[in-house]
């Protein structure tokens, strides 16, 4: 955010101007606007800088917002301002570490604070509503109870519950309900009925921390024990890029430096990438270390959400662990974060505030001088520079935990094969003989649907997104057309609409194709897909994964598969349609492909059974492959990094995106040309646009571009914080929708 001065909200209605230097309220509202407003604080109360973090209700124009205080003004004579409506908190509700984090996430994005504030606050209390209690509860006699219980019928409900928490009063504490749930059937009844005659109140718990036990786990090897001891041998900041081979035990190092945290009584976050990671997750964490593990997701509601967030301000959550947006969660007694597969292109956010989890996740490690732990098989690029530059200490596990070995990677080309729905008979036989050895196979295609294409045999015809610049994915067998960039739903036509024809094939293949395929060829074993048709809700991935269990089956999935899951069963991995990622104008995507065919290739041999991985390709001799094949991630990394210094592309340069959609491309040109103009001949950054976006139509709109590069971080900002501002009073802006990308992670 710029550093704008407060501005007065246009007075819509009758109000006083206050003596000149009063001192008022600037409150940051979710509002795509770049400043504060000045409102007169809520009649009977002073403005003070003790009110900063605090939540108020106000007025703006004919409706009311929820804001933050950010800061306190002077009023100025002869400015009306209105009043404040209420206070929503007795003492700030951000303050501190948290506090300022967002302001500085504010600023390094360019996005308006009360944004910022909206994003990172759970629904409830962007809506105003109170912090939710968090606290247990437990019941307890009142005086007239234990006067009046020796008159109360024996062997009722009322007199055995009174007998209860008599028991309890004599040593000195109330009953907390889980107790009685144990010690008593249906004594909810008999505790309202003595409530409603004044014998029994229900009373708020004390929070106790739970003592951490660490339950029995696999020794560590030395490679885990070195990581381990670097992780909590020292004090304050530090950033640990945690790199090991799949099936190399990371988790067990996040376990025991988390342990190693709670027995200093300090709280722990843990970052996943995916939802489907969190359950896995979540049971091994319970089981290891002996205490309640809250979780912050999106498959939670919005109350759920809000508990565990109160829950963690309070210090009464030991343990988080979350998808992206948990990087918001308050910790007052934080001791240690974990960014799990931080590689992962899901802890971007992008849409809205534009923030990378991972990376606000170091800033705010910095700001509350503890570690943070990055892991991932294949870590990013830029976490790999930084570790290379000794920004970050490099920790290597290079072999796989107990007695798993790596997969025999194959490379099969299958140029001139007979292909029966995108598998070759090669991959057929071999997936029959992993089965019949009572093992688990893997099926790897990330695209998801019934084929990419609806094609006409006869004309050439494919059936296109009425509002997208892509054709439409089938669903269902063929009988349903689905975008999979604005949603939009369609029947699959009987007819050619151009010639007539019935001759119309689903051309390519998705996970449902297979899924068909797989099921008619092996019609004697469990067939699963998991995609996002399939685990869209709670639970869903863990409930399909657990109808496979053991048993020898097949898994067809997309990348949700690739994501840290441990089968140990699974001893066949087979990738079907790299091809597609083989060629691509994004600069990330070979980095990309490159990850996700690691990852996937990781989820084989993670036990005693040996693993194998078959790349099905029509280009065996593509440079990317046999540098994987033949050399692993660091050969990769360390050709991707030479072009890209060449190219001036992230570690080596800064990037910042303007993005512009108007129905009119004209509109979203003129706007961006405007943008440009805002910034100075001599500035030190480079321009590219306004150029159309690799899909110049989506959801109806034309959407264009501008990409501003420089090779230093501060020059580029110093760019921002002059142009940001001045954009918001373009004419040309009002016509467009518009949004601004710091450090994108894709072109799109």
């Known amino acids: 955010m710029s550093s704008a001065p407060a501005a007065p909200v246009l007075n819509l209605e009758s109000a006083p101007a206050p003596a000149p230097g009063a001192p008022t309220l600037q409150v940051a509202l979710p509002l795509p606007l770049p400043q504060l407003f000045d409102y007169a604080p809520p009649s009977g109360f002073l403005a003070g800088a003790d009110n900063i973090g605090r939540r108020v209700r106000v007025p703006f124009g004919s409706r009311e917002l929820v804001g933050v205080v950010a800061g306190v003004g002077c009023a100025y004579a002869d400015t009306p301002l209105r009043d404040a409506r209420e206070w929503l908190d007795p003492v700030p509700l951000l303050d501190g570490e948290l506090w300022r984090s967002l302001q500085w996430l504010a600023r390094y994005t360019h996005a308006p604070l009360g944004e910022v504030v909206s994003t990172a606050l759970p629904a409830p209390l962007r809506r105003g509503e109170p912090v939710p209690d ?17 008159r109360l019928r024996a062997g009722t409900r009322p007199q055995r519950l009174c007998q209860l928490l008599a028991d309890a009063a004599g040593r000195g504490t109330a009953l907390d309900e889980d107790q009685l749930d144990d010690l008593m059937d249906d004594w909810r009844s008999a505790a309202r009925s003595l409530a409603k ?3 029994v109140e229900r009373v708020a718990q004390v929070h106790v921390a739970p003592v951490p036990m660490l339950g029995a786990g696999p020794m560590p090897n030395a490679e885990q024990a070195d990581a381990v001891a670097a992780i909590t041998g020292g004090t304050g900041f530090g950033t640990f890029l945690l790199e090991g081979v799949t099936g190399s035990g990371k988790t067990e190092v996040y376990l025991q430096a988390i342990a190693a945290c709670l027995a200093r009584g300090r709280q722990a976050l843990v ?37 565990v967030w109160a829950a963690a301000t309070r210090g009464e959550a030991q343990v988080i662990v979350g998808t992206r947006s948990a990087v918001f969660t308050p910790l007052p007694n934080a001791g240690l974060i974990v960014v799990d597969e931080e590689h992962d292109g899901s802890y971007k956010q992008q849409d809205g505030i534009r923030y990378h989890a991972r990376d606000f996740a170091l800033v705010r490690a910095k700001a509350l001088d503890i570690p943070v732990v990055l892991g991932s098989a294949t870590p990013s690029l830029e976490s790999l520079h930084n570790a290379r530059s000794g920004r970050y200490v490099h920790l290597r596990l290079k072999q796989r935990a107990g007695e798993a070995r790596p997969p025999r990677v194959r490379v099969l080309d299958v140029r001139k094969r007979p292909l029966r729905d995108g598998l070759s008979p090669e991959v057929l036989e071999g997936i029959a003989g992993h089965l019949q050895r009572g093992h688990q196979v893997l099926v790897f295609k990330n695209r998801r649907g019934y084929a990419p294409v609806l094609l006409c045999h006869d004309c050439g015809w494919t059936a296109p997104c009425r509002r997208c610049d892509a054709p439409m994915t089938v669903h269902a067998g063929g009988r349903r057309l689905q975008c999979h960039h604005c949603g939009a739903r369609q029947p699959a036509p009987l007819a050619c609409p151009d010639c007539g024809s019935l001759a119309l094939q689903p051309q390519g ?35 399909q994964l657990a109808r496979l269990g053991d048993q020898p089956g097949i898994l067809v999935g997309t990348q949700i598969l690739a994501k840290g899951h441990d089968l140990p069963k699974l001893t066949l991995v087979v990738v079907v349609g790299i091809d ?11 980095e990309k492909l490159a990850q996700q065919l690691i990852q996937v290739a990781g989820r084989a041999g993670r036990a005693t059974d040996p693993g194998e991985v078959w790349l099905q390709t029509h280009h065996p001799g593509h440079p990317l492959l046999e540098t994987l094949v033949h050399g692993g991630y660091h050969a990769f990394a360390d050709a991707e990094l030479q072009q890209r210094d060449a190219a001036g592309f992230p570690p080596f340069a800064y990037l910042a995106l303007l993005r512009a959609e108007a129905q009119q491309v ?16 001599d500035a030190p950054v480079e321009r590219f646009g306004p150029m159309p976006a690799p899909m110049p139509r989506r959801a109806g709109y034309q959407r264009t571009q501008l990409l501003l590069s420089a090779p230093k971080r501060q020059p580029l900002h110093a760019v921002l914080d002059a142009m940001v501002p001045r954009i918001h009073g373009l004419p040309e802006a009002r016509k467009v929708r518009w949004s601004l990308d710091v450090d994108p992670t894709d072109l799109y």
């Open 580 to 590: 597609e990622g083989l060629f691509s104008a994004d600069f990330r995507a070979s």
């Open 271 to 307: 970052l996943v990438p995916e939802i489907g990671l969190t359950p896995q997750t979540l049971a091994r964490f319970r089981t290891r270390l002996g205490i309640p593990v809250h979780v912050l997701h999106s498959g939670l509601n919005d109350n759920e959400r809000a508990r």
């Open 509 to 543: 293949i998705g996970t449902e194709r297979l899924e068909e395929h797989l099921v008619e060829a092996f019609a004697d074993y469990p067939v699963i897909r998991i995609d996002r048709g399939t685990t869209n809700r709670r639970d869903a991935l863990e409930s």
């Open 197 to 199: 005659r004044g014998l």
């Open 666 to 681: 004209e509109h979203a040109n003129a706007m961006l040309t405007a943008v440009r103009g805002l910034i100075a001949e």
């Open 134 to 150: 968090t606290h247990r509860w437990g019941w307890q006699l009142t005086a007239d109870g234990d006067a009046q219980r020796v």
